[in-house]
């Protein structure tokens, strides 16, 4: 079984969350890292969301599509990235948005935290602040990130967008908490060839 997360409250399945030692025990609106989009969406709402992709800075390796999340009082967004040209549409990271105010934020994030810290004890926990690579003007990340035992990791974070940047503007970027699941390759991805 999968272990759900939420922005509001997280939910235990039947099985302990001490056995949860990979990513694909983690879900997100039902989804999670390794599954693919298509047992999601149709080819149709795929094909859609692939209109307007969003791409690293550096590479375009991965590319994010974003779709409305089906649970509104959780998410306001979930962002699904595949790998490009990927037909099998597998998913590599899976993040849900809430689109708050940036004070609102930070006490969601502890309570996130304190969370996933009382669930998951045995985790590497790291924490620190993103400047997106200084591609996004001001904008900032306020990230933590817990470490599971096959590389993967899940990310809470609070993004603060600098408004005036035109990346943000024309993106149509908001301050808000994220939640994320990304497998192991992709965090290689992010962390040494993204930005």
Not at 137 to 157: K, P, W, Y
Not at 164 to 182: C, F, P, T
Request: proline share 1%.
């Amino acid at each position: 079984m999968r272990i759900f997360l939420s922005i509001l409250v997280l939910l235990i399945n039947l099985q302990s969350w001490s056995k949860a030692d990979k990513i694909t025990d983690f879900e997100i609106e039902g989804m999670s890292v390794g599954d693919s989009l298509l047992n999601y969406y149709g080819i149709s709402e795929i094909k859609e969301a692939e209109n307007n992709p969003t791409y690293y800075p550096k590479s375009k390796k991965y590319k994010v599509i974003y779709f409305f999340s089906k649970k509104k009082e959780l998410f306001d967004y979930v962002n699904i990235t595949l790998k490009d040209n990927d037909k099998k549409y597998i998913i590599h990271s899976v993040r849900g948005e809430k689109e708050i105010n940036i004070e609102k934020c930070f006490k969601m994030k502890k309570q996130q935290i304190k969370g996933i810290e009382d669930i998951l004890s045995k985790i590497d926990k790291d924490e620190y602040k993103s400047d997106y690579g200084e591609n996004y003007g001001n904008s900032e990340a306020h990230v933590t990130e817990f470490t599971l035992g096959d590389g993967s990791q899940i990310r809470i974070f609070c993004s603060n967008y600098d408004e005036n940047n035109e990346l943000v503007q024309n993106n149509v970027w908001k301050d808000g908490l994220e939640i994320s699941l990304s497998s192991k390759k992709f965090i290689y991805f992010l962390t040494n060839e993204a930005y």
